[in-house]
């Protein structure tokens, strides 16, 4: 009547895309330029991870944040794990998508946590360091910090996958008995 089951050869095709809207979402966050930060009441600060502008309406003074060390490094980690998340999903479409090469599984898995360190780290820093040299008052992080989360949340689920995969080459193959959750009769 019904049966549930895992279609392992789809995964073949997500996790890709998985990987491809983490690349957009990382894309997202280092391009934004409204903000990654912005104050909460009269909306006359915001700080992106190039520039920190402050005023109002149309008069707005911006000043670059590459003169700071800290910023330096939190955009070096973040394009680096971009490009390196660019090169995981070549690697992924190749290994997956053209021909089933499972050798190369968990070596994307290891190019991801590499990512996700990076990454991590940087979405770290951002915030310690803006409180500390920046701060004046009440802040929210905006959509472009948060789309760096997001990649990075991806990123680190993508990793788990693709060093679990190897295990079920026959599953993705398609040379294995379809394995049941639930099933009534």
Request: charge should be negative; aromatic fraction near 8%.
């Given at each position: 009547m019904f049966r549930?089951?895992?279609a392992y050869p789809r995964c073949r095709w997500i996790v890709p895309l998985l990987l491809l809207f983490a690349i957009i979402f990382d894309i997202?966050?280092?391009?934004?330029?409204?903000?990654?930060?912005?104050?909460?009441?009269?909306?006359?600060?915001?700080?992106?991870?190039?520039?920190?502008?402050?005023?109002?309406?149309?008069?707005?003074?911006?000043?670059?944040?590459?003169?700071?060390?800290?910023?330096?490094?939190?955009?070096?980690?973040?394009?680096?794990?971009l490009?390196?998340?660019?090169?995981?999903?070549?690697?992924?479409?190749?290994?997956?998508?053209?021909?089933?090469?499972?050798?190369?599984?968990?070596?994307?898995?290891?190019l991801l946590i590499v990512v996700v360190v990076l990454q991590f780290i940087a979405l770290i820093i951002y915030p310690v360091k803006f409180n500390e040299t920046i701060y004046e008052g009440h802040y929210y992080y905006t959509w472009a910090y948060g789309f760096g989360w997001g990649a990075t949340i991806l990123s680190i689920g993508c990793a788990i996958l693709f060093c679990c995969l190897p295990r079920y080459e026959d599953e993705l193959t398609g040379l294995a008995k379809t394995k049941y959750i639930y099933s009534t009769a």
């Open positions: 549930c089951g895992i997202i966050a280092i391009a934004a330029t409204s903000g990654w930060v912005e104050d909460e009441d009269a909306k006359s600060h915001y700080t992106s991870m190039w520039e920190s502008c402050r005023g109002r309406n149309d008069d707005w003074t911006c000043k670059s944040l590459m003169t700071q060390s800290w910023a330096q490094a939190v955009a070096a980690l973040m394009i680096i794990g490009l390196i998340l660019i090169i995981a999903f070549i690697i992924s479409c190749v290994a997956l998508c053209c021909s089933l090469n499972i050798t190369l599984l968990p070596l994307i898995g290891g």
